[in-house]
């Protein structure tokens, strides 16, 4: 089962630095900054940004957890970080892998 295929759970804990490299290592293109994970997505236009915000916000309100998220006219940012464990869970990790599965950046 690949990690876009698992679904986020209500009590998260946080992961070590270790178990967060580990995952992100299956991720693409995404930063680990200060206790979070962090990836901005660039369009061609407004267009295309807002079609990719609002499907991150399908995934968003189907997992329930919401990134940081940052919307401009060719780029969208997100940040990913679990507030309740002070750093990042494996729903971030999750969530980030759905994501990835929306565009080849």
Same mark, same amino acid.
Do not use: Y
């Given at each position: 089962?690949?990690? #876009?295929? $698992?679904?986020? =759970?209500?009590?998260?804990?946080? %992961?070590?630095?270790? @178990?967060? @490299?580990?995952?992100?290592? !299956?991720?693409? &293109?995404?930063?680990? %900054?200060? @206790?979070?994970? $962090?990836? =901005?997505?660039?369009?061609? &236009?407004?267009? $295309? =940004?807002?079609?990719? #915000?609002? #499907?991150? #916000?399908?995934?968003?309100? +189907? !997992?329930?957890?919401?990134? !940081?998220? @940052? ?5 969208? +940012? ?12 494996? &729903? ?9 599965? %929306? =565009?080849?950046?």
């Amino acid at each position: 089962m690949s990690l #876009a295929d $698992e679904h986020c =759970t209500a009590t998260p804990a946080k %992961l070590d630095k270790i @178990e967060v @490299e580990m995952l992100a290592s !299956e991720l693409r &293109n995404w930063l680990l %900054l200060d @206790e979070k994970l $962090e990836k =901005t997505f660039r369009f061609k &236009n407004f267009h $295309e =940004t807002m079609a990719f #915000a609002n #499907a991150v #916000a399908w995934i968003c309100h +189907r !997992e329930d957890h919401h990134p !940081e998220m @940052e919307i401009t006219f060719s780029r969208c +940012r997100l940040a990913w970080s679990t507030h309740s464990v002070g750093g990042l869970s494996r &729903n971030d990790i999750l969530c980030a892998a759905k994501v990835d599965q %929306l =565009t080849n950046q």
